[in-house]
């Protein structure tokens, strides 16, 4: 007889447009080079980021522009907790859903484009700005 294992693969958990959304948004950012190796997981993983996300939660290569967060996040009034490591990576955690949706929205446009709208101009959609 064969052992069954209690742990669930990553492609086995629902998909998130199926279950609610949740409030804490935990990613693990690792420097690699010049860019970054980005992880999240499964408990984390929202509809706008799961097409970002490879089978095992992670998207890399991923330029990171530290004072942009800092800068879009307090445009939108969210908090959000950093804690780095003495190796140099990066934990953000937001841990209410205005929080977790900002960082997502964040989070989304830093892997798949690397170009952003000014926070001085997000109300004019035909201007991007890269950043």
């Known amino acids: 007889m064969k052992p069954t294992s209690s742990v669930l693969p990553f492609s086995a958990i629902e998909p998130a447009s199926r279950r609610e959304v949740p409030p804490l948004l935990n990613v ?28 095992n939660g992670e998207a890399y290569p991923v330029l990171i522009d530290w004072e942009d967060l800092d800068r879009h996040m307090a445009a939108r009034g969210a908090d959000y907790e950093a804690q780095i490591s003495r190796a140099g990576s990066v934990e953000l955690t937001t841990r209410d859903a205005r929080a977790a949706d900002a960082l997502a929205e964040w989070l989304a446009t830093s892997i798949s484009s690397g170009i952003r709208l000014s926070h001085d101009d997000e109300d004019d959609l035909s201007r991007p700005a890269t950043g």
Do not use: I, N, Q, T
Not at 35 to 48: K, Q, Y
């Open 28 to 55: 693990f950012c690792m420097k690699e080079g010049d860019a970054w190796r980005v992880h999240l997981g499964p408990e984390s993983m929202r509809p706008s980021l799961e097409r970002l996300f490879d089978y």
